[in-house]
């Protein structure tokens, strides 16, 4: 296999070369690794890396799955797994190691992805740019080295927009695998909760609001793996609705049923939408419309948004609270001031201040996202809007240590102007996708997130097969492919 033929395949005709027999796993894993060590150090995406073992393990693969065994990346973000340590972007928690592999990463295995690496987040993945001081420096965006390149699925973005793997996993509490791929120009989707599980030992991340998927560069990779890591797992607090069809079967080319679209072109509180973010949303309005969809102006859903802010935060900080809490007490130990960046230490102290009563609330206020949500896309099959209200971020404008010295709570009420429409979704539950649609003359992606009902994957995975279909995104190459 040639290194350029590697990076220009996605992950499914990869499998498809290796079931012709026109390559091997080892093969395909001497591609990603070269890649990796050839690109990372401009990126910084990379951390926990094994590569010699992946080789071995790679060279004695038994082909299975829709992927039959090509290269993979799972993400630093406490997902447990025997061959590879974890510091979830944190000094605190470095090195932490696993003496079990969690539900889905059997499921990646049973895939046929093959991990060599894991990829870098910001600390305890609670920022929209992965900056994490435990990383040495930031993770840049690979169109624009001034700009982040997301989070908290920053690294996984990076690496699959740099094509050192076709698809990577992610997972996303409050919009972290959409935010960077909207930053990176790759497809990614938020599964509806309780799609994917978070086992074995735990129910639920975020009260519901975390889960895990994939980043790819195609559409069709993303429904392959969402059909082998989704599905209940015995005793899950939660279950999404069982699958209408398999998910690959809903991006083949077919006769499509026309859908009713909802635009959303301002956020709540009047927050403002960047002229690239409104002509992205334009330009997907006009593809949907060009394909015999019916697109139409749709009102916002009745939300309380400086209250969902709020107990958005206050989920994430007894979040941190029980995390360190933890981490500390399996050291033997008592907090340090260089433990924690600053963002994230002032959320532990927030944390520590709240109550039963208070976090009750939080979760109440998620609920009536979801309720209203319901109520606001009753009549349309999916929401159109914006995936970011701006462009992709500067670096450190995001930072957990920002140089302006924001606290925990002001530094959620700037996220909330940028990805606005990303975790209100993480609240509802609902499934979300960002599609890289428009760019700007600089070469910057502009991304557009459909929002679909609850358990109704299938249908936005229709509509981004569709789209990328329409406007193509894979040939598109960053500064570090």
């Not at 699958?243 to 991006?251: C, G, I, S, T």
């Amino acid at each position: 296999m040639h290194i350029d033929d590697y990076e220009n395949l996605d992950g499914l005709a990869l499998a498809d070369l290796l079931e012709r027999g026109e390559t091997t796993s080892a093969e395909l894993m001497d591609c990603a690794i070269a890649l990796a060590q050839a690109r990372n150090p401009g990126l910084n995406a990379i951390t926990y890396p094994r590569y010699e073992e992946s080789r071995q393990i790679a060279a004695d693969w038994t082909p299975r799955g829709p992927f039959r065994g090509i290269p993979f990346l799972l993400k630093d973000s406490g997902f447990a797994h025997r061959r590879f340590p974890s510091s979830i972007g944190s000094a605190l928690f470095n090195d932490i190691a696993y003496d079990h592999d969690a539900t889905v990463a059997g499921r990646f295995d049973a895939a046929g992805l093959i991990p060599f690496a894991r990829t870098t987040v910001p600390e305890l993945c609670m920022a929209g740019t992965t900056e994490a001081v435990r990383n040495g420096g930031p993770t840049p965006n690979p169109w624009d080295r001034t700009r982040s390149a997301g989070g908290s699925s920053g690294g996984a973005a990076a690496a699959v927009a740099a094509r050192i793997v076709p698809v990577a996993h992610g997972s996303d509490g409050g919009g972290s695998i959409r935010i960077p791929a909207a930053c990176c120009g790759v497809f990614g989707l938020k599964p509806s909760r309780g799609r994917v599980p978070m086992g074995p030992n735990r129910g639920e991340g975020w009260a519901g609001m975390s889960t895990d998927g994939v980043l790819s560069r195609s559409v069709r990779d993303t429904a392959a793996a969402l059909d082998l890591i989704g599905g209940y797992e015995p005793g899950a607090p939660y279950a999404a609705p069982p699958k209408p069809r398999l998910f690959v079967d809903a991006v083949r080319e077919q006769p499509h049923r026309a859908r009713r679209v909802g635009i959303l072109r301002q956020g709540w509180n009047g927050i403002g939408i960047a002229p690239e973010c409104e002509a992205a949303v334009d330009h997907a309005a006009s593809l949907l419309q060009a394909m015999g969809h019916e697109v139409f102006e749709a009102a916002l859903p009745a939300i309380d948004y400086d209250g969902f802010v709020h107990a958005h935060g206050s989920i994430l900080a007894s979040n941190i609270v029980v995390a360190v809490d933890a981490r500390l007490a399996a050291l033997g130990r008592k907090l340090r001031d260089e433990d924690l960046e600053s963002v994230i230490r002032d959320g532990y102290d927030v944390g520590k201040g709240l109550n039963a009563v208070s976090y009750i609330d939080a979760v109440s206020r998620l609920h009536a996202v979801g309720r209203a949500f319901a109520a606001a896309m009753a009549g349309l099959d999916v929401l159109l809007t914006p995936t970011l209200a701006q462009l992709p971020c500067k670096l450190d404008y995001l930072s957990l240590n920002p140089a302006d010295g924001l606290g925990f709570r002001d530094y959620r009420a700037r996220a909330a102007t940028y990805s606005t429409f990303l975790p209100v979704v993480n609240g509802a539950g609902l499934p979300a996708a960002s599609l890289p649609l428009w760019w700007t003359q600089a070469g910057l992606p502009v991304a557009t997130q459909l929002i679909g009902h609850f358990g109704h994957e299938d249908t936005l995975l229709d509509l981004s097969a569709q789209l990328e279909r329409a406007a193509p995104w894979a040939d598109r190459k960053p500064l570090f492919a």
